[in-house]
Nanobody, 120 residues
Framework: QVQLVESGGGLVQAGGSLRLSCAASGTIFSVNVMGWYRQGPGKKRDLVASIRSGGTTNYADSVKGRFTISRDNAKNTVDLQMNSLKPEDTAVYYC??????????????WGQGTQVTVSS
C-alpha cells in the first residue's frame, strides 16, 4: 500500500508564490518519476512538471520560468515552487508518482489533490 500526501496550496494574489509538497509512504522499493498535475474547472487534468530520480525535469510550456520542481530521493518527497502566479494557474493540483514495490512493475499513484486559487 502506497500513499501520497500533499501539503501547501491555498489562496494567493496574482504575482505571489506558493509551495506544494508531496510525500510518498508505504511499501516502496523505488520511486521513478514524480510530478504534479493540475485540473482547472471544466478542464482535463494536465501535467505541470515532472522529475525523474536522476533529476531530469520536464515542464509544461505555460509554467516554464515560473515553477520549479525538486525532489528528495532519500525522503521520497517532491516539491513544486510556484512563483509569479497567474489567475489561470487556479486549479486543483495533484501529486503523481510511479513507484515500484519490488515486483519490477511501476504503478502510478495519486495524491488527494490540493486547491490553488490565484486572485486577480
Amino acid at each position: 500500500q502506497v500513499q501520497l500526501v500533499e501539503s501547501g496550496g491555498g489562496l494567493v494574489q496574482a504575482g505571489g508564490s506558493l509551495r506544494l509538497s508531496c510525500a510518498a509512504s508505504g511499501t516502496i522499493f523505488s520511486v521513478n518519476v514524480m510530478g504534479w498535475y493540475r485540473q482547472g474547472p471544466g478542464k482535463k487534468r494536465d501535467l505541470v512538471a515532472s522529475i525523474r530520480s536522476g533529476g531530469t525535469t520536464n515542464y509544461a510550456d505555460s509554467v516554464k520560468g515560473r515553477f520549479t520542481i525538486s525532489r528528495d530521493n532519500a525522503k521520497n518527497t517532491v516539491d513544486l515552487q510556484m512563483n509569479s502566479l497567474k489567475p489561470e494557474d487556479t486549479a486543483v493540483y495533484y501529486c503523481n508518482a510511479l513507484i515500484s514495490g519490488g515486483t519490477g512493475i511501476d504503478n502510478a499513484y495519486w495524491g488527494q489533490g490540493t486547491q490553488v486559487t490565484v486572485s486577480s
